[in-house]
Protein backbone atom coordinates (compact mmCIF):
# COMPACT_ATOMS: atom_id res chain seq x y z
CA UNK A 1 0.00 0.00 0.00
CA UNK A 2 3.08 2.55 0.59
CA UNK A 3 2.87 2.03 -3.21
CA UNK A 4 0.13 4.18 -3.49
CA UNK A 5 0.88 7.42 -1.07
CA UNK A 6 4.17 7.33 -3.04
CA UNK A 7 2.48 7.92 -6.23
CA UNK A 8 0.05 9.81 -5.64
CA UNK A 9 0.70 12.80 -8.38
CA UNK A 10 1.08 9.88 -10.42
CA UNK A 11 -2.46 8.44 -10.01
CA UNK A 12 -4.21 11.87 -10.14
CA UNK A 13 -2.58 12.90 -13.36
CA UNK A 14 -4.07 9.83 -14.72
CA UNK A 15 -7.50 10.35 -13.51
CA UNK A 16 -7.24 13.80 -14.74
CA UNK A 17 -5.82 12.77 -18.18
CA UNK A 18 -8.40 9.62 -18.37
CA UNK A 19 -11.67 12.08 -17.20
CA UNK A 20 -10.19 14.31 -20.51
CA UNK A 21 -10.07 11.74 -22.98
CA UNK A 22 -13.11 10.45 -21.78
CA UNK A 23 -15.87 13.20 -21.66
CA UNK A 24 -14.53 15.63 -23.66
CA UNK A 25 -15.40 13.55 -27.11
CA UNK A 26 -19.00 12.85 -25.72
CA UNK A 27 -19.44 16.67 -25.50
CA UNK A 28 -18.10 16.49 -28.95
CA UNK A 29 -20.14 13.96 -30.34
CA UNK A 30 -23.56 15.23 -28.26
CA UNK A 31 -23.26 18.49 -30.13
CA UNK A 32 -22.90 16.31 -33.64
CA UNK A 33 -25.16 13.60 -32.74
CA UNK A 34 -28.21 16.25 -32.38
CA UNK A 35 -28.06 18.19 -35.49
CA UNK A 36 -27.80 15.03 -37.41
CA UNK A 37 -30.23 13.54 -35.45
CA UNK A 38 -32.40 16.43 -36.00
CA UNK A 39 -32.32 16.44 -40.31
CA UNK A 40 -32.51 12.65 -40.04
CA UNK A 41 -36.08 13.41 -38.42
CA UNK A 42 -37.10 16.16 -40.69
CA UNK A 43 -35.62 13.79 -44.16
CA UNK A 44 -36.97 10.58 -42.64
CA UNK A 45 -35.59 8.84 -45.87
CA UNK A 46 -31.89 9.77 -44.16
CA UNK A 47 -32.38 7.72 -40.63
CA UNK A 48 -32.13 4.19 -41.87
CA UNK A 49 -28.72 5.09 -43.48
CA UNK A 50 -27.73 7.51 -40.71
CA UNK A 51 -28.29 4.64 -38.19
CA UNK A 52 -26.87 2.03 -40.11
CA UNK A 53 -24.04 3.82 -40.83
CA UNK A 54 -23.40 4.31 -37.04
CA UNK A 55 -23.55 0.76 -36.37
CA UNK A 56 -20.89 -0.10 -38.94
CA UNK A 57 -18.52 2.67 -37.16
CA UNK A 58 -19.26 1.81 -33.39
CA UNK A 59 -18.75 -2.12 -34.70
CA UNK A 60 -14.93 -0.72 -35.63
CA UNK A 61 -12.05 -1.94 -32.90
CA UNK A 62 -10.90 0.75 -30.89
CA UNK A 63 -7.16 -0.50 -30.91
CA UNK A 64 -7.41 -0.21 -34.81
CA UNK A 65 -9.02 3.20 -34.93
CA UNK A 66 -6.17 4.34 -32.60
CA UNK A 67 -3.34 3.03 -34.51
CA UNK A 68 -4.79 3.66 -38.09
CA UNK A 69 -5.82 7.39 -37.01
CA UNK A 70 -2.76 9.16 -37.15
CA UNK A 71 -1.92 8.12 -40.78
CA UNK A 72 -5.36 9.70 -41.77
CA UNK A 73 -5.15 12.63 -39.99
CA UNK A 74 -1.22 13.27 -40.33
CA UNK A 75 -1.39 13.41 -36.35
CA UNK A 76 1.52 12.00 -34.57
CA UNK A 77 1.19 8.63 -32.74
CA UNK A 78 1.10 9.44 -29.07
CA UNK A 79 -1.14 12.39 -29.75
CA UNK A 80 -4.33 12.38 -27.76
CA UNK A 81 -5.85 14.25 -30.64
CA UNK A 82 -6.48 10.03 -31.95
CA UNK A 83 -8.49 8.77 -29.21
CA UNK A 84 -10.45 11.96 -28.70
CA UNK A 85 -11.48 11.76 -32.18
CA UNK A 86 -11.92 8.05 -32.53
CA UNK A 87 -14.25 8.53 -29.38
CA UNK A 88 -15.94 10.65 -30.45
CA UNK A 89 -16.86 9.01 -33.80
CA UNK A 90 -17.88 6.28 -31.23
CA UNK A 91 -19.94 8.56 -29.55
CA UNK A 92 -21.93 9.74 -32.52
CA UNK A 93 -22.05 6.74 -34.00
CA UNK A 94 -24.03 5.25 -30.66
CA UNK A 95 -26.31 8.64 -29.97
CA UNK A 96 -27.41 9.22 -33.37
CA UNK A 97 -30.08 6.28 -32.74
CA UNK A 98 -31.16 7.79 -30.03
CA UNK A 99 -31.16 10.89 -31.01
CA UNK A 100 -33.60 10.40 -33.89
CA UNK A 101 -35.89 8.29 -31.36
CA UNK A 102 -36.05 10.97 -29.41
CA UNK A 103 -36.98 13.38 -31.36
CA UNK A 104 -39.49 10.72 -33.24
CA UNK A 105 -40.61 9.86 -29.51
CA UNK A 106 -42.19 13.54 -29.63
CA UNK A 107 -46.50 13.42 -30.27
CA UNK A 108 -47.61 15.10 -32.98
CA UNK A 109 -50.13 17.02 -31.27
CA UNK A 110 -47.74 18.24 -28.81
CA UNK A 111 -45.41 19.31 -32.02
CA UNK A 112 -48.36 20.73 -33.64
CA UNK A 113 -49.39 22.49 -30.66
CA UNK A 114 -46.85 24.17 -30.52
CA UNK A 115 -46.49 25.37 -34.28
CA UNK A 116 -50.25 26.34 -33.37
CA UNK A 117 -48.98 29.21 -30.89
CA UNK A 118 -46.07 30.59 -32.71
CA UNK A 119 -43.32 28.56 -32.31
CA UNK A 120 -40.33 28.69 -35.27
CA UNK A 121 -38.55 25.42 -36.00
CA UNK A 122 -35.91 26.30 -34.21
CA UNK A 123 -37.80 27.96 -30.78
CA UNK A 124 -40.05 24.53 -31.35
CA UNK A 125 -36.98 22.54 -31.62
CA UNK A 126 -34.68 23.76 -28.39
CA UNK A 127 -38.12 24.49 -26.21
CA UNK A 128 -40.52 21.73 -27.09
CA UNK A 129 -38.86 18.53 -28.89
CA UNK A 130 -35.12 18.21 -26.98
CA UNK A 131 -36.87 18.18 -23.41
CA UNK A 132 -39.52 15.64 -24.33
CA UNK A 133 -36.72 13.45 -25.95
CA UNK A 134 -34.15 13.77 -23.27
CA UNK A 135 -35.25 10.77 -21.29
CA UNK A 136 -34.20 8.93 -24.79
CA UNK A 137 -31.17 11.01 -25.41
CA UNK A 138 -29.62 10.48 -21.92
CA UNK A 139 -30.60 6.72 -22.01
CA UNK A 140 -27.43 7.03 -24.76
CA UNK A 141 -25.64 9.01 -23.16
CA UNK A 142 -25.38 7.07 -19.81
CA UNK A 143 -24.35 4.19 -22.02
CA UNK A 144 -21.68 5.83 -24.12
CA UNK A 145 -19.75 8.14 -21.46
CA UNK A 146 -19.37 4.65 -19.20
CA UNK A 147 -18.47 2.75 -22.92
CA UNK A 148 -15.61 5.85 -23.15
CA UNK A 149 -14.50 5.39 -20.09
CA UNK A 150 -13.67 2.00 -20.34
CA UNK A 151 -12.24 2.71 -24.03
CA UNK A 152 -9.67 5.37 -23.26
CA UNK A 153 -7.57 2.40 -21.22
CA UNK A 154 -7.00 0.61 -24.10
CA UNK A 155 -5.11 3.43 -25.76
CA UNK A 156 -2.70 2.82 -23.17
CA UNK A 157 -1.46 0.14 -25.38
CA UNK A 158 0.18 3.19 -27.85
CA UNK A 159 0.87 5.06 -25.24
CA UNK A 160 -2.19 7.61 -24.11
CA UNK A 161 -4.77 5.55 -22.00
CA UNK A 162 -5.12 7.45 -18.51
CA UNK A 163 -5.92 5.24 -15.71
CA UNK A 164 -4.70 2.47 -18.35
CA UNK A 165 -1.40 3.53 -18.04
CA UNK A 166 -1.17 2.39 -14.13
CA UNK A 167 -2.20 -1.48 -15.73
CA UNK A 168 0.59 -1.41 -18.11
CA UNK A 169 2.64 -0.26 -15.16
CA UNK A 170 1.79 -3.27 -13.34
CA UNK A 171 1.93 -5.87 -15.68
CA UNK A 172 5.18 -4.53 -17.15
CA UNK A 173 6.28 -4.81 -13.08
CA UNK A 174 4.32 -8.03 -12.56
CA UNK A 175 3.24 -5.64 -9.62
CA UNK A 176 -0.89 -5.99 -8.55
CA UNK A 177 -1.16 -2.60 -7.01
CA UNK A 178 -1.49 -0.66 -9.93
CA UNK A 179 -3.92 -2.71 -11.72
CA UNK A 180 -6.20 -2.75 -8.72
CA UNK A 181 -5.93 0.68 -8.28
CA UNK A 182 -6.47 1.80 -12.40
CA UNK A 183 -9.45 -0.67 -11.79
CA UNK A 184 -11.11 1.07 -8.65
CA UNK A 185 -10.64 4.29 -10.30
CA UNK A 186 -12.33 3.33 -13.50
CA UNK A 187 -15.25 1.60 -11.78
CA UNK A 188 -15.76 4.90 -10.01
CA UNK A 189 -15.13 7.39 -12.22
CA UNK A 190 -18.19 5.30 -14.38
CA UNK A 191 -20.28 5.68 -11.44
CA UNK A 192 -19.71 9.00 -10.47
CA UNK A 193 -20.39 9.86 -14.44
CA UNK A 194 -23.10 7.98 -14.63
CA UNK A 195 -24.64 9.71 -11.70
CA UNK A 196 -23.66 12.70 -12.54
CA UNK A 197 -25.96 12.05 -16.33
CA UNK A 198 -28.62 11.22 -14.48
CA UNK A 199 -28.76 13.79 -12.06
CA UNK A 200 -28.54 16.57 -14.77
CA UNK A 201 -31.49 14.42 -16.67
CA UNK A 202 -33.51 14.99 -13.39
CA UNK A 203 -32.58 18.50 -13.66
CA UNK A 204 -33.83 18.74 -17.19
CA UNK A 205 -36.96 17.52 -16.67
CA UNK A 206 -38.57 18.55 -13.40
CA UNK A 207 -41.78 17.84 -14.55
CA UNK A 208 -41.07 14.00 -14.58
CA UNK A 209 -40.16 14.30 -11.05
CA UNK A 210 -43.80 15.83 -10.37
CA UNK A 211 -45.82 12.97 -12.39
CA UNK A 212 -43.74 10.77 -10.16
CA UNK A 213 -44.91 12.33 -7.18
CA UNK A 214 -48.46 12.13 -8.25
CA UNK A 215 -47.82 8.25 -8.79
CA UNK A 216 -46.57 7.40 -5.70
CA UNK A 217 -48.88 9.47 -3.91
Known sequence: MTWIGDNLDVIWAALREHLYLSVLPVLIGLLIAVPLGYVAT?????ANPLIALGGVLYSLPSLAL??????VLGTKVLSPVNIIIALTVYTVSLLIRNVID???SVPPEVRQAAISVGYST???VIAVDLPIAVPVI??????V???NISMVSVG???GIGGLGELFTDGFQKNFLTPIVVGIVLSLALALVADL??????RILTPWARVSTGREAA
Request: zero cysteines.
Open 156 to 158: AII
Open 196 to 201: AIVGLQ
Open 138 to 143: FAGLRV
Open 122 to 124: YRR
Open 145 to 147: TVA
Open 42 to 46: RYGWL
Open 66 to 71: FIVLPA
Open 102 to 104: GLR
